[in-house]
């Protein structure tokens, strides 16, 4: 058995700051993870049984396999004993296996108490204020089904930036839709602006200003702390001293958002000296960099192995659009022509790509859904390629659009061979 079967999986979105703060803590701790990149538009069906509100970062148990489970474990098996949903949670149970450095505390009642008060403001006042700066319009009067929408993912759902690796490409275009996000977020996906792009068109409008406000008087409370905790020698200190805590690194991502909402104007604030410093120091010290790379920070969505896959040509699919069902089998051949449509289990992806599509510069990479097709009336038989004993999914009948919970485009630069393992 290798260690990977023994590692917890983590779901996680690079970009989202309750994600960032867990890998920071899972990161200070040495513990190794399974990493799951996620699309929030798209969340696949393991996430969805394991988090009540489908969000990230989420911490599972182990998966042992079946042969691994006859194998005696080298060492104990490190995860949680159920699934943590809650970023904090995490962090803390991180902590709880090796906190080189004390982020939590231990044995500091008084420190403890502060951390809970500072972390209760800013996942409550300040997270609120900042849901509303940054995307005003969609919590503004009359817009009371997107208000909706975002409050019902837990103010998640103005997290997801487009597409993980960053090109804000829709998903589930042509009509699909990823129906398995049971809060209804992925409406809201497609057309969010990138975290660092200009946000005039989101936060337009005196509400946004009035939120903005808002956040800055929790903000001055922070640079307040952070000011008197400065060292008489220079430099600056931290939440609760001389040195990180748990509060420091939990709140440090948020601050980071909203200063990115208008890095201009939070830059050139004459009152939150210590509080730029402090945030400075984050942006550029190793412990955010180190969560943004590799292996923690992929750009590229894991893959279900629950999900169905198939490769089409961006003309191909363009043509299926107005037509509702696609009827391509594989590249030159028609659903007509083989009798069914060849797709691929995630782990055969990048396998398939190489043989039959490694001259083509765009491709359109479908992930659908095989309830979907089974609720379609599409029968999906597991089959051997020719001339190898490799089961294949082939799909008995032409590919309704609404099967397809998302559709990439796929470059070559990128390799599906690292989210298809
Ligand atoms: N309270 C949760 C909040 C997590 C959360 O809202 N995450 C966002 C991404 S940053 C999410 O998954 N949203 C779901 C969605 O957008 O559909 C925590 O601390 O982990």
Same mark, same amino acid.
């Given at each position: 058995?290798?260690?990977?079967?023994?590692?917890?999986?983590?779901?996680?979105?690079?970009?989202?700051?309750?994600?960032?703060?867990?890998?920071?803590?899972?990161?200070?701790?040495?513990?190794?993870?399974?990493?799951?990149?996620?699309?929030?538009?798209?969340?696949?069906?393991?996430?969805?049984?394991?988090?009540?509100?489908?969000?990230?970062?989420?911490?599972?148990?182990?998966?042992?396999?079946?042969?691994?489970?006859?194998?005696?474990?080298?060492?104990?098996?490190?995860?949680?004993?159920?699934?943590?949903?809650?970023?904090?949670?995490?962090?803390?149970?991180?902590?709880?296996?090796?906190?080189?450095?004390?982020?939590?505390?231990?044995?500091?009642?008084?420190?403890?108490?502060?951390?809970?008060?500072?972390?209760?403001?800013?996942?409550?006042?300040?997270?609120?204020?900042?849901?509303?700066?940054?995307?005003?319009?969609?919590?503004?009067?009359?817009?009371?089904?997107?208000?909706?929408?975002?409050?019902?993912?837990?103010?998640?759902?103005?997290?997801?930036?487009?597409?993980?690796?960053?090109?804000?490409?829709?998903?589930?275009?042509?009509?699909?839709?990823?129906? %398995?996000?049971?809060?209804?977020?992925?409406?809201?996906?497609?057309?969010?602006?990138?975290?660092?792009?200009?946000?005039?068109?989101?936060?337009?409008?005196?509400?946004?200003?009035?939120?903005?406000?808002?956040?800055?008087?929790?903000?001055?409370?922070?640079?307040?702390?952070?000011?008197?905790?400065?060292?008489?020698?220079?430099?600056?200190?931290?939440?609760?001293?001389?040195?990180?805590?748990?509060?420091?690194?939990?709140?440090?991502?948020?601050?980071?958002?909203?200063?990115?909402?208008?890095?201009?104007?939070?830059?050139?604030?004459?009152?939150?000296?210590?509080?730029?410093?402090?945030?400075?120091?984050?942006?550029?010290?190793?412990?955010?960099?180190?969560?943004?790379?590799?292996?923690?920070?992929?750009?590229?969505?894991?893959?279900?192995?629950?999900?169905?896959?198939?490769?089409?040509?961006?003309?191909?699919?363009?043509?299926?659009?107005?037509?509702?069902?696609?009827?391509?089998?594989?590249?030159?051949?028609?659903?007509?022509?083989?009798?069914?449509?060849?797709?691929?289990?995630?782990?055969?992806?990048?396998?398939?790509?190489?043989?039959?599509?490694?001259?083509?510069? +765009?491709?359109?990479?479908?992930?659908?859904?095989? +309830?979907?097709?089974?609720?379609?009336?599409?029968?999906?038989?597991?089959?051997?390629?020719?001339?190898?004993?490799?089961?294949?999914?082939?799909?008995? %009948?032409?590919?309704?659009?609404?099967?397809?919970?998302?559709?990439?485009?796929?470059?070559?630069?990128?390799?599906?061979?690292?989210?298809?393992?």
């Amino acid at each position: 058995m290798n260690d990977a079967s023994l590692r917890p999986i983590f779901y996680s979105f690079r970009r989202c700051p309750y994600a960032i703060r867990a890998r920071l803590a899972l990161a200070s701790a040495g513990l190794a993870v399974e990493i799951r990149e996620v699309s929030l538009a798209c969340k696949p069906p393991e996430l969805l049984a394991a988090s009540p509100r489908g969000t990230v970062p989420a911490l599972l148990p182990p998966v042992a396999s079946p042969a691994a489970a006859l194998v005696a474990a080298p060492r104990p098996v490190t995860g949680p004993a159920q699934p943590l949903t809650e970023s904090l949670e995490i962090m803390r149970w991180a902590l709880s296996h090796h906190d080189p450095q004390d982020w939590l505390r231990q044995g500091d009642a008084e420190a403890q108490a502060l951390m809970g008060e500072l972390l209760a403001a800013c996942d409550g006042p300040f997270k609120h204020h900042l849901d509303r700066f940054k995307y005003a319009s969609r919590y503004r009067a009359g817009d009371g089904q997107a208000q909706g929408i975002a409050e019902a993912a837990g103010s998640g759902a103005v997290e997801d930036h487009g597409q993980p690796d960053g090109r804000g490409e829709s998903v589930g275009q042509g009509g699909a839709r990823c129906q %398995g996000n049971r809060d209804g977020g992925a409406d809201l996906k497609g057309d969010i602006a990138p975290e660092n792009t200009n946000p005039s068109d989101t936060r337009s409008g005196a509400d946004g200003e009035t939120h903005r406000l808002a956040a800055l008087v929790v903000l001055r409370g922070w640079n307040a702390r952070l000011a008197a905790a400065e060292p008489a020698s220079g430099g600056c200190g931290w939440l609760l001293g001389s040195r990180p805590a748990l509060a420091d690194w939990a709140l440090l991502p948020f601050v980071r958002q909203f200063r990115l909402v208008d890095p201009a104007t939070f830059d050139a604030a004459g009152d939150l000296p210590a509080l730029q410093a402090w945030l400075e120091r984050f942006e550029q010290g190793p412990e955010l960099a180190a969560v943004l790379a590799e292996p923690w920070g992929p750009r590229q969505p894991w893959r279900s192995p629950s999900w169905l896959y198939h490769l089409a040509l961006p003309q191909e699919w363009a043509e299926a659009q107005p037509l509702g069902e696609y009827r391509r089998s594989t590249r030159g051949q028609s659903l007509e022509q083989v009798g069914f449509i060849h797709a691929s289990y995630a782990q055969q992806l990048e396998a398939t790509r190489q043989r039959f599509y490694a001259d083509l510069p +765009q491709l359109r990479l479908l992930t659908i859904d095989p +309830q979907r097709l089974a609720a379609a009336g599409v029968a999906v038989r597991a089959e051997p390629a020719p001339g190898s004993g490799e089961l294949f999914p082939h799909l008995y %009948g032409p590919l309704p659009l609404s099967a397809v919970v998302a559709a990439e485009s796929w470059r070559p630069d990128r390799a599906l061979a690292a989210v298809a393992a």
